[in-house]
């Protein structure tokens, strides 16, 4: 008799200053795989400049992490006591305007993109715009690759009626990688009941975010409230629809902040969540600093009454059952020869 | 008892203007693998371009060829009766200035990089130079990371010096594949009896062009004169370090050799291999138009004397245990998780 392996530990996006410092707390806190942002609105050429810089960590890191391209990777990761690391962009950014590198991306291992982020983008509105036209031509041409490919369609910061196209559109399940629901705290980048409705209908997932804009109380909120939060969702959408998110950007300067923000689309300073007063990274919740902290989480989950089947869902494994499906070709018209491995 | 699969059939430089008609081609002649150049003076971006056309291709013709990775894929190839195409560059200009490249681009799928083309590059001295100090600081660099992750080092086009530093800096094999020995057609593209025995002796490859500019008689050789020069080559190198490398650039308009001599190098015009009054392609030998003839070569071989199992070397075996051994991660060293293939 064999012990039963334990759930798997799946962080749905980060963007901390990388360093070995933070790939040993992954180890510490147990974390089997992380999607990292590595483009916000990186061009093509400055986005493969960034996975350059992952291969240089891979290559120096061997014993912490590799890079994940399938879920078996993550069985791999937790089997070799490392954490798989996938690649994700919060911007269409990196394709520019050529649908062709929709599958370049993906062979060079992106498994998330974003259809906009907080503007509007070729391919959808951003969460900050005063309009939604919903997905354009474009977008529809893309959704329908990165379903053939094998690339999350992914509406964390995209706006209300660009979502519930999204959903509709894609043919494969989509992701909100990193938000909360509004109806714990307004804000612009939380979703409404409609879109966590829908989303779970579709068998799509949605990621809890840590980051204090997205909290109750910002970065006084509580544990216990966060937790609520997490099973009140769970009622509302199912606990197979809902995973860990954490939007943590550890040990970044406040130059970043406004590099997401901003960008290279304003030369004016846009404050996002934010404000002129309060313009750097918020301080994280004491509960949550960084990766060696998903024990408080889970802890705080069995708190607040979810059964320990339901926790293990919330903490890894319905990305896990997520990132099966969603990372190979697409099983109907599959006849490319590619060894891009479906599960 | 089951009958043993015919022997492979391998083409180590084809450069043709692609056609559903010449896949169609590929597939009469039998031929499980070819390795395509991709890239002639292309930047990276451009040469991604041209990946994203092949993408196109693979989708379209998923009957008749698919993108090959590994020494498997030749294999998985002949299974299912397709041929599997492996990208090549004749220069190092899809990897510009960055040595990260080198992994990115092998991660989409290129095998072989020459390091000239007929000109001094960042890495190497082309055969056309006239002076050859042999490779740089950064070629040593870029070989260490060729062998690092599997991109074969391919030294057709490169000089005399150069060529043999490159098979003395590299730790793996290296190949030249498609050229042919100088002692039968004393041309500046073919190769010395010191190159091809410095080759062999360190396990290397050389594939034997039909490109009449590489032919004693040229256009006019006929089919003994070039399997009789094979059979001398054996002798020379051994009948293991010895395949085809046809350099076939079926159906190209001649403002494509204009590209391959000229790119963006020069704003005169360089006749290469050719001359003013004979500046386009030249008419390739009455026994070799196209893939469907390599069985003619196949029985030239025979008729000159070859055992059968030695036949069966050059026609493809013989590149297939090169392919088995080059294409994954250096063996010593390798430390990522990678997933990419060891045979």
């Not at 900050?128 to 474009?138: F, H, K, L, N, Q």
């Not at 995209?158 to 629901?181: G, K, V, Y």
Request: proline share 4%.
């Amino acid at each position: 008799m064999t012990t039963a392996p334990r759930p798997y530990r799946i962080d749905c996006l980060q963007y901390a200053n990388w360093s070995d410092k933070i790939f040993r707390q992954m180890r510490e806190g147990g974390v089997d795989a992380v999607h990292v942002t590595i483009a916000y609105h990186e061009t093509f050429r400055e986005t493969v400049l960034n996975m350059e810089q992952w291969n240089r960590w891979f290559e120096q890191y061997p014993q912490l992490i590799f890079q994940g391209h399938t879920a078996a990777d993550v069985r791999r990761a937790r089997d070799s006591g490392r954490t798989a690391i996938f690649f994700g962009f919060q911007n269409p950014s990196p394709m520019e305007d050529d649908i062709g590198l929709v599958e370049i991306l993906h062979t060079l291992g992106a498994r998330f993109m974003q259809l906009s982020y907080n503007n509007q983008s070729l391919l959808a509105t951003g969460c900050y715009e005063a309009e939604d036209p919903g997905i354009t031509r474009m977008g529809r041409q893309v959704i329908k690759e990165m379903n053939r490919v094998g690339l999350v369609v992914d509406m964390s910061h995209s706006s209300e009626r660009s979502t519930l196209d999204a959903i509709e559109i894609s043919q494969r399940p989509i992701a909100i990688t990193h938000a909360n629901p509004a109806f714990w705290h307004p804000a612009l980048r939380n979703k409404s009941d409609d879109v966590l409705r829908a989303l779970s209908q579709s068998g799509g997932m949605l990621g809890f975010s840590v980051y204090p804009h997205h909290l109750k109380d910002k970065s006084a909120c509580t544990l216990d409230s966060f937790c609520q939060m997490i099973a009140r969702t769970a009622e509302l959408m199912g606990p197979e629809h809902i995973g860990i998110g954490t939007d943590l950007c550890q040990d970044q300067p406040d130059s970043i902040v406004e590099w997401m923000r901003v960008g290279r689309w304003s030369k004016d300073i846009d404050y996002g969540e934010g404000s002129a007063a309060a313009a750097g990274f918020p301080e994280m919740p004491d509960w949550f600093k960084d990766n060696r902290d998903f024990g408080n989480i889970e802890a705080g989950l069995h708190a607040v009454g979810l059964s320990a089947g339901e926790v293990a869902a919330v903490m890894g494994e319905n990305w896990m059952r997520f990132f099966e499906r969603s990372f190979g070709p697409a099983q109907a018209g599959t006849t490319s020869g590619e060894a891009v491995a479906a599960e």
